[in-house]
């Protein structure tokens, strides 16, 4: 069965840091590219990172995360992360992942909640 399984969300202070885990099963990981998505209240889902396939030559980040965020990925553990430092109120949101190839149905985690809040 394929599914992706978010962890790592939760309540944090600002200025701290948090590591979203995104664990794929059911296909095959190392062939996709990786997407770490957020939806904020009231807001458009926002691309927040991606990592090539298959193994990271390519990542990009939103301009609202450079410098704090760090995607990676284990292939070994079928695993994509994302490391959040600094974090911001703004970066309130849903967090959710996503797995993508040429050809290929796109699968949807279904996400984590992270709260940024004093």
């Known amino acids: 069965q394929v599914q992706l399984v978010e962890s790592g969300g939760g309540l944090v202070q600002p200025g701290g840091s948090l590591r979203l885990s995104c664990e794929a099963f059911?296909?095959?990981?190392?062939?996709?590219?990786m997407r770490w998505y957020r939806r904020a209240p009231g807001k458009e889902r926002e691309l927040v990172a991606f990592?090539?396939?298959?193994?990271?030559?390519?990542?990009n980040y939103a301009d609202s995360v450079k410098g704090r965020f760090t995607i990676s990925r284990d292939n070994a553990k079928n695993t994509v992360y994302l490391q959040m430092n600094n974090l911001k109120p703004e970066d309130t949101a849903v967090y959710y992942c996503?797995?993508?190839?040429?050809?290929?149905?796109?699968?949807w985690g279904q996400g984590t909640q992270v709260t940024v809040s004093s």
């Open positions: 059911g296909f095959t990981f190392r062939d996709r590219v």
């Open positions: 990592i090539t396939a298959p193994h990271g030559s390519t990542i």
């Open positions: 996503s797995a993508a190839q040429i050809g290929r149905p796109v699968y």
